[in-house]
């Protein structure tokens, strides 16, 4: 039997336009579309080795349907100009395979699908729909298979009729009635007001089609169900229609003219040469079909000179030329336990590799390192700093780092190894330190050429990268944010992790014990409560002692029984003092066995913890701390917060010094917003949580109650992460409708935060990205999805990113200026450590006046808004005690 498939292609390329950063050719035409499309069309050719092919494309804005309905698809963002350019690339990259692509005025894609998909010259042939609309479901049937995207461009879902059932308890031909109940907001498919998947599932279970609920209105739970029911019974009809796909298109060709020929792999060279598709090109060889099995090709030969002592003068004219790249291979990730096994450099042309050996006894190459004149490119600069300096060479010079600008360029991404990023900036091709190492934290040992020849390729892929990687930077305008602040904060960032902060091991030990005998004590009060001896870590024991034996509402059950999670108990923490117990011997447990036992494995011979601080991980710009991590020390429990009374100065008679930023993201928002009220109440240092209560419920600041301060304080923080009143009812624990009303008058008091909202949600619609005060981007690939949960959650990125981002820049800035301030001043004083908006010193006796002044002046200065930033400062023998 043959194979079918069937492509959308308008939706294949909308998705890899936004999940792909904007990569460019040398002649500058956005290829990023183009590029994650051809990924999927070699991924189907190689994986499903298709007999027909077609590639169906959307003609235009105005179908048959909006005969029945002016406004369908009325609220579509204008499709961007950089990805319209590609559609034809797209076109001639499907030409050169030789598939055919098809497009109908006055009918959609979807369309030209269904009537292919379910023609009498299809029943023959397994057919399969690559889509990531969900709408194509409803073409399932036993010869008809729909390969759903998921996540990127090539991760995907394959649906059947039982995986259609499994999802949604439904037949595929149910889909449309789904829609018809709850509408589509991306197709503006008006549905019936206020019913959402969830409540349609369960009318669709009950009756099976729209006619059958509508006639059955009357037996529907809930009268209001019932009443939106039978007041929207034409538009939930009409929904129905226009989500139906039309298997009836006029078409001039059927399913045989749609048979593959061989493929012509000199004219999909060209293509992929003119378009600059380097890996590509390495995966179609000229030895068959690109529907054969396709090796990955060998990388090409790369020449490197291993310099030894014999002739490092030979080789000393390399590190005479302005720039040069410099690489650093270790025997694992964390530079601070790592031994340095080999250091590479090169000018692009020319490739060496110095054993540590060598580097030990060259005075050239030692001078060259610290030489700030002599300019170097680098792959991860802080690491490359940490690992020189701590096998005792000095450095200065470095200029440019890939790793922060394949960063700045896409936060959203998951992974920056350099294999990556040559792939995806260079179209080429870089052996993974995995497939030359293997799997596994402990790499195997490599040595002599094989270490020449792979540090060799990974240098001169760093060259190539900078000159793609400066001018994509500066066509973004992120330029001067990598070299003005990244690469400078990097440099602060190695200091503070060599410097370490000190553990009291005494302390610490203690602490332990403390928390053991607290843990003990609490299993006592919870058995007791039972009645019963149990395993309080078993969730199938726990389970049956409060919902069996106790008789709690059950919340929400697993595969296994009942859920025990942390959520669900928070809830039922009001119904029962035992539940109350467990999440503090949880809690108790936790910060045991991970601030306890862990931290003592991460105390080094010096007696301090060396973190390492990472700038690449979070979307947002912030900083994130592992190994381990000192952000995450959970501070609501007093047992919490006294983990920080071990972190101690390193000296005899110093101080740790804590400043901390009050309420930067709302005053972030304040100045992003310009909203009257809130500026206001910053610029005369009102009290933001009582003025948001005073303003929402109407009352003078005397009535104010500590439950309407609790609630002011619970929105103002939730309105930064784009809270939805589902969120906000779980937080207060209030019911929904409660939630909606406080966000409503929220915004009414403040109308400029809602105004900016808005402004900052259509403007990424528009652009597919939003960005901080100083230019940060974050790429919003669901911006534009028709998932509602995709959507909504961009949507709500949208909204808090340019404010924890620019929070993230505030304190990353003065950073900067602080340790330039320090060292001008010719200060003692150390910077330890950043907690998000914390900043953490140890402090001479005798300096801590000038600190004390010299801190907050440089916090709060770091960046100029409309209102003021304000730090406070405290002191004490300890971390704990500095707060």
Not at 472 to 489: H, K, N, S, T, V
Not at 863 to 871: I, N, R
């Amino acid at each position: 039997m043959g194979k079918l498939v069937l492509i959308d292609g308008n939706s294949i390329a909308f998705r890899a336009f936004y999940a792909l950063p904007l990569l460019t050719n040398a002649t500058g035409t956005y290829t990023n579309a183009v590029y994650g499309f051809t990924m999927m069309l070699l991924k189907v050719l190689e994986e499903e080795k298709p007999t027909h092919l077609l590639v169906a494309f959307d003609a235009g804005k105005t179908t048959f349907r909006h005969n029945d309905y002016q406004k369908y698809k009325g609220k579509r963002e204008k499709t961007p100009g950089e990805l319209s350019e590609q559609i034809p690339l797209i076109k001639e990259v499907l030409d050169a395979f030789q598939i055919r692509s098809f497009e109908l005025e006055g009918y959609e894609a979807d369309d030209i699908i269904g009537t292919l998909a379910h023609s009498p010259e299809a029943e023959g042939l397994e057919t399969l729909i690559v889509s990531g609309d969900k709408d194509l479901l409803q073409l399932v049937n036993d010869h008809v298979q729909v390969l759903m995207t998921r996540k990127g461009v090539t991760e995907t879902e394959r649906y059947d009729v039982k995986a259609v059932d499994e999802r949604y308890g439904l037949t595929p031909g149910q889909i449309i009635d789904l829609k018809g109940l709850m509408g589509d907001p991306s197709d503006n498919i008006p549905g019936i007001p206020g019913v959402g998947e969830k409540t349609a599932l369960k009318l669709l279970h009950q009756f099976p089609t729209v006619e059958e609920i509508i006639e059955h209105a009357d037996e529907l739970p809930g009268k209001k169900l019932q009443e939106k029911v039978r007041e929207h019974a034409d538009q939930a009809l009409l929904s129905k229609k226009l989500a139906t796909i039309y298997t009836e298109v006029p078409l001039e060709f059927g399913v045989s003219d749609l048979k593959l020929p061989p493929t012509d792999l000199k004219k999909v060279s060209e293509v992929f040469k003119k378009l600059e598709f380097k890996t590509l090109l390495n995966r179609i060889h000229t030895g068959g079909e690109t529907g054969e099995e396709v090796r990955e090709a060998e990388p090409e030969q790369i020449s490197y000179q291993i310099v030894t002592a014999d002739h490092r003068d030979e080789t000393e004219k390399v590190l005479k030329q302005d720039q040069l790249a410099v690489y650093v291979e270790m025997t694992e990730e964390n530079p601070h336990r790592a031994e340095v096994t080999g250091i590479a450099v090169s000018d692009g042309k020319a490739q060496l590799y110095i054993p540590m050996e060598t580097a030990r006894h060259w005075e050239a190459f030692q001078a060259w390192l610290a030489d700030g004149n002599r300019r170097k490119i680098v792959y991860d600069v802080k690491k490359t700093m940490v690992s020189l300096e701590n096998k005792g060479f000095q450095t200065d010079g470095f200029q440019f780092d890939v790793l922060l600008a394949a960063y700045l360029l896409n936060p959203s991404e998951s992974r920056y190894e350099l294999s990556d990023m040559v792939e995806r900036h260079l179209q080429g091709f870089l052996p993974s330190d995995e497939e030359v190492y293997g799997k596994g934290a402990k790499r195997r040992a490599l040595e002599g050429e094989e270490l020449a020849r792979h540090l060799a390729r990974k240098t001169s892929a760093i060259c190539q990268l900078y000159p793609v990687l400066l001018k994509e930077l500066e066509q973004a305008d992120l330029y001067d944010l990598m070299c003005g602040l990244e690469m400078p904060l990097a440099g602060v960032l190695a200091g503070m992790e060599q410097q370490g902060v000190r553990v009291d091991k005494k302390r610490l030990d203690d602490l332990g014990i403390e928390l053991k005998e607290s843990m003990d004590r609490l299993t006592d009060e919870i058995y007791e409560i039972a009645g019963v001896e149990f395993n309080i870590n078993s969730p199938k024991q726990l389970g049956e002692i409060l919902f069996d034996k106790l008789g709690l509402p059950v919340l929400k059950k697993t595969k296994t029984g009942y859920s025990t999670s942390a959520d669900v108990l928070e809830r039922l923490a009001p119904q029962h003092e035992i539940v109350e117990k467990i999440l503090h011997y949880r809690q108790v447990g936790k910060l045991y066995s991970t601030y306890i036992e862990g931290l003592k494995k991460e105390i080094g011979r010096d007696g301090k913890i060396h973190t390492q601080f990472h700038q690449t991980i979070t979307a947002t710009g912030r900083l994130s701390s592992t190994e381990p991590n000192l952000q995450n020390i959970p501070i609501r429990l007093e047992e919490g917060r006294r983990i920080r009374q071990v972190f101690v100065p390193s000296k005899e008679g110093w101080y740790m010094l804590a400043a901390d930023y009050s309420q930067v993201e709302l005053r972030v928002l304040a100045h992003l917003s310009e909203d009257e009220s809130l500026q206001y109440a910053f610029k005369h240092g009102l009290d933001i949580h009582t003025q948001t209560a005073m303003d929402v419920f109407g009352v003078s600041e005397t009535e104010v109650t500590p439950l309407m301060r609790r609630h002011a304080k619970a929105v103002n923080f939730g309105i930064v992460y784009g809270i939805s009143d589902f969120g906000l009812s779980q937080n207060l624990n209030i019911t929904r409708k409660e939630a909606k009303d406080f966000i409503d008058r929220y915004f009414e008091t403040y109308p400029g935060v809602k105004r900016y909202m808005d402004t900052v949600v259509k403007q990424a619609k528009k652009e597919g990205f939003v960005t901080t005060l100083l230019g940060r981007r974050r790429y919003l690939p669901d911006i534009n999805s028709r998932n509602f949960n995709l959507r909504s959650f961009a949507e709500r990125t949208a909204m808090n990113t340019p404010i924890q981002g620019t929070a993230a820049d505030i304190i990353k800035y003065a950073m900067v200026e602080m340790d330039k301030r320090m060292k001008e001043e010719k200060l003692e004083s150390r910077m330890l450590l950043q907690v998000h908006d914390e900043l953490i010193f140890e402090v001479p006796e005798e300096e801590l006046p000038v600190m004390r002044t010299l801190v907050p002046e440089v916090m709060e200065g770091a960046l100029p808004l409309s209102v003021p930033l304000q730090v406070d400062v405290n002191v004490g023998k300890s971390w704990y005690e500095a707060k």
